[in-house]
């Protein structure tokens, strides 16, 4: 523990302030995401070790790949995950004792993101089933597996300013990320075996905005949160492939609220569920899929009808 913390307050103090500026258009990659990831792993674990199981050694070992998952942004976004060796040699220093332990961290920073050698997005089949430290077994594909999905789940107005992003001051290319976190907040449910995502989205222009102008941006942000649904239920069910901890979650339950003028408009759309059935023949699951009045066009028209 003495280990952890004296890392952890190293990359604090000299470390995750700086990677804004390097990536001054990235979402918020601080010690408040690191700490968003870390509290999303207890939630999704659970306090009860007789729900997890795991040792602590294996807490240990995904704490410290909590800490330096995202460290490689210093060194510039593309590849980022390849980048953290030499942070860790840094922080942790170059005894031969630590070589195994680097290597672990190592390997769960280039697998919890980016691409397989085969070119798909399925990075954890890369990494041994268990491994071991100091002695002791580790399940390091599980950890890893816990490890990407708390990351999926750390989004919300915490990554994002707020005067920042309403003042226009991010990249064009960035905007719409920090759109999509600043209407974003996420329960993980484990008692109700879910996770609850509710958007809040205001339909007020902006400054000097028409509102054909505010339609198309609502538009935008509507597609692009249509594909984070999908891709946070797709993130969920992988993880479960590789992660026994993580069966208990078994849906991912979204409720859209819109507001307008300080009023939140009484729309009758229901939640949004996507869960673990499949059926043989059917194709991908697509929001408008689910439910029609979630077409874009659709609920564009509805929501005007509303305001």
Same mark, same amino acid.
């Given at each position: 523990?003495?280990? *952890? @913390?004296?890392?952890?307050?190293?990359?604090?103090?000299?470390?995750?302030?700086?990677?804004?500026?390097?990536?001054?258009?990235?979402?918020?990659?601080?010690?408040?995401?690191?700490?968003?990831?870390?509290?999303?792993?207890? @939630?999704?674990?659970?306090?009860?070790?007789?729900? $997890?199981?795991?040792?602590?050694?294996?807490?240990?070992?995904?704490?410290?790949?909590?800490?330096?998952?995202?460290?490689?942004?210093?060194?510039?976004?593309? +590849? $980022?995950?390849?980048?953290?060796?030499?942070?860790?040699?840094?922080?942790?220093?170059?005894?031969?004792?630590?070589?195994?332990?680097?290597?672990?961290?190592? =390997?769960?920073?280039? /697998? $919890?993101?980016?691409?397989? /050698?085969?070119?798909?997005?399925?990075?954890?089949?890369?990494?041994?089933?268990?491994?071991?430290?100091?002695?002791?077994?580790?399940?390091?594909?599980?950890?890893?597996?816990?490890? =990407?999905?708390?990351?999926?789940?750390?989004?919300? %107005?915490? @990554?994002?300013?707020?005067?920042?992003?309403?003042?226009?001051? *991010?990249?064009?290319? /960035?905007?719409?990320?920090?759109?999509?976190?600043?209407?974003?907040?996420? $329960?993980?449910? =484990?008692? +109700?075996?879910?996770?609850?995502?509710? *958007?809040?989205?205001?339909?007020? %222009?902006?400054?000097?905005?028409?509102?054909?102008?505010?339609?198309?941006?609502?538009?935008?942000?509507?597609?692009?949160?249509?594909?984070?649904?999908?891709?946070?239920?797709?993130?969920?069910?992988?993880?479960?492939?590789?992660?026994?901890?993580?069966? %208990?979650?078994?849906?991912?339950?979204?409720?859209?609220?819109?507001?307008?003028? +300080?009023?939140?408009?009484?729309?009758?759309?229901?939640?949004?569920?996507?869960?673990?059935?499949?059926?043989?023949?059917?194709? /991908? @699951?697509?929001?408008?899929?689910?439910?029609?009045? *979630?077409?874009?066009?659709?609920?564009?028209?509805?929501?005007?009808?509303?305001?």
């Amino acid at each position: 523990m003495s280990a *952890y @913390r004296i890392t952890r307050d190293k990359l604090i103090d000299n470390l995750f302030k700086e990677i804004k500026g390097v990536e001054p258009d990235l979402s918020d990659h601080s010690d408040t995401h690191v700490k968003d990831v870390l509290f999303n792993s207890r @939630r999704l674990l659970s306090e009860s070790h007789g729900q $997890h199981g795991l040792s602590a050694i294996e807490l240990y070992c995904l704490a410290m790949f909590i800490l330096f998952h995202d460290v490689g942004n210093l060194f510039g976004r593309k +590849d $980022h995950h390849k980048n953290v060796g030499i942070v860790y040699d840094w922080a942790r220093g170059s005894d031969p004792n630590l070589r195994h332990e680097r290597t672990l961290v190592i =390997r769960a920073a280039v /697998s $919890h993101t980016g691409d397989a /050698s085969d070119g798909t997005k399925d990075t954890l089949k890369e990494i041994d089933e268990t491994d071991h430290l100091d002695g002791e077994r580790v399940r390091l594909r599980e950890l890893v597996a816990i490890l =990407r999905f708390a990351d999926e789940l750390a989004e919300g %107005p915490q @990554r994002t300013s707020e005067f920042m992003r309403s003042e226009g001051f *991010y990249d064009e290319k /960035s905007q719409l990320y920090h759109d999509y976190a600043s209407v974003t907040h996420i $329960h993980i449910d =484990r008692p +109700d075996e879910r996770i609850r995502v509710t *958007y809040e989205i205001s339909l007020d %222009p902006r400054d000097g905005e028409s509102n054909d102008q505010r339609d198309q941006r609502i538009s935008a942000l509507l597609k692009f949160t249509y594909r984070r649904i999908v891709k946070l239920d797709q993130e969920r069910r992988y993880a479960k492939f590789y992660s026994d901890v993580l069966t %208990p979650f078994r849906l991912v339950s979204v409720q859209m609220n819109f507001h307008h003028e +300080d009023r939140l408009l009484p729309h009758s759309l229901p939640a949004i569920q996507l869960d673990d059935k499949v059926v043989p023949g059917d194709p /991908s @699951r697509l929001i408008e899929d689910l439910d029609e009045r *979630y077409t874009i066009d659709e609920l564009l028209k509805e929501l005007k009808r509303l305001m």
